[in-house]
């Protein structure tokens, strides 16, 4: 069986609600990774053979094809958006690699504000456009119980918070009178005692509180809390380290090799059509403590999680090419890594545990390998407590940050939905490389009590051998040297 190798992965950066990546139309979005894929690897996009996409709705998709260069008559493979969609999709990319169904595939997940692409758009507006009905907003597709934005203040981001969070110093601020959301925000921070935190830190306390999390989620969270003892000072913890990691990892210039910078509309501008190019993660904040998180209240009386520990919703566009490993030769291409093995699994009704926990034993059974052969692990964080719900669970303790989500996560960039699973992957393989390590792991919830879980090979090591399946015992064989090797 032939080799799928993963060549290229990139993103865009990941955007926030009322920032500057919602106001730009999902074919240009996808467009972005899709030529960003294409001319990094040095590769005619007319030999894409198949796209598969993991995508709110597909009719981006072709507009998008349409102005990188893609042949019209390349195939398309929708699986749709929302959890586990990247994973999903790079998966049945490399199945159909693996089975000779094709030689070239892209794998394509995104999430995007916008539902109408530019080709749909008037080339000129004598007025700024009025604002959408409600029925013609997209839901989140991670929750598709959500019930649709009801009109009014409700449906629309809050400018003083969004612009705190993308640190811009003007922001008007938010009327309490304006926004019930807003005014019990206010009460909370009031009864936390604000004077404990500084005029920066209580901002991002504000715009944390963006968070979308579905009852059944928030529920599965709290029992999780309670069946491994995580209390709010640890989930806080956590989640405070996701942030620096991520903000340590955009300082020291590592997110800029896998990001894909996008053209967007300058602030202000109105109709004038200048143009901005965002090249950072619009979450990404450097001055986030616990001590602001602890000032957020619980999304239920006496819980564990508040907007701050869990993830919130955010858009952005990942992709990668998919090359059968005899073709990399004759097309000149270079791989980044090899997909090594993958699984799904479903959780037990109401069992203790997280789903993701099956879905990496599986991996790890199917392969042979164990938690200590993998040099780094790139986990889902929907929430602070299910990812420490995890690490218990597994056993697993990673206290200097070495190997488990070393560049954040989620809960600092934001989950945008079906690019969430190929930006871990991209993520992952451009880690791998730098840090000269041989395998990782990826993997994500795919809906309620469901998760996916690939494990990848860098293609800069020598390839080691594995045990049978199922064998716990590896034999006599050299450990790799590495930063993520003790």
Known sequence: MRRAAIVMPVRTPIGLPGGQLSTVPPDRLLATVIRAATERSGLDPARIETLVTAVPEPHA?????????????????????????????????????????????????????????????????????????????????????????????????????VAAMLGAATSPPVSAHDDPAAESAARSVAVADPREATTVEQAAVLAAAES???????????????????????????AATSHRRAARARRQGFFGEETAPVVCAAPGSGNSGAAQLVDRDEGLRDDVSPRAFALLPSLRPDGILTAGNSSARAF?????????????????????????????????????????????????????????????LAVDEPSAVEVLALMRALGYEDPDGERLNVHGGTLALGDPGGASGLCMITTLLHELARSAGGYGLAATSAGPARAVSVIVESAYVVPMEQAPRGARFHGVRARRSGRHRA
């Open 212 to 238: 979308s999390f579905g009852a059944a989620e928030l529920e599965y969270a709290e029992m999780l809390a309670q069946r491994y003892g995580i209390s709010r000072v640890a989930a806080d913890e956590f």
């Open 316 to 376: 952005g566009a990942s992709a990668c090419l998919i090359v059968a490993e005899d073709r990399l030769a004759d097309l000149g291409l270079a791989p980044m890594g090899y997909l090594t093995g993958w699984t799904t699994a479903t959780a037990e009704p109401d069992a203790p545990v997280p789903a993701v926990t099956s879905a990496i034993a599986k991996s790890l059974w199917h392969t042979g390998f164990d938690l200590d052969d993998l040099d780094l």
């Open 61 to 161: 998709v072709r507009a998008a094809a349409a102005r990188t260069g893609v042949s019209p008559t390349a195939g398309e493979f929708p699986i749709g958006g929302g959890p586990g969609g990247g994973l999903r999709a790079l998966i049945t990319a490399a199945m159909m690699i693996q089975s000779g169904a094709a030689d070239i595939v892209l794998a394509i997940g995104a999430e995007y504000a916008c539902a109408t692409t530019e080709s749909d758009r008037p080339a000129v507006r004598s007025h700024p456009p009025a604002d959408p009905p409600p029925a013609q907003r997209l839901p989140f597709p991670s929750d598709p119980a959500r019930p649709p934005a009801p009109p009014g203040n409700a449906a629309q981001p809050r400018p003083g918070i």
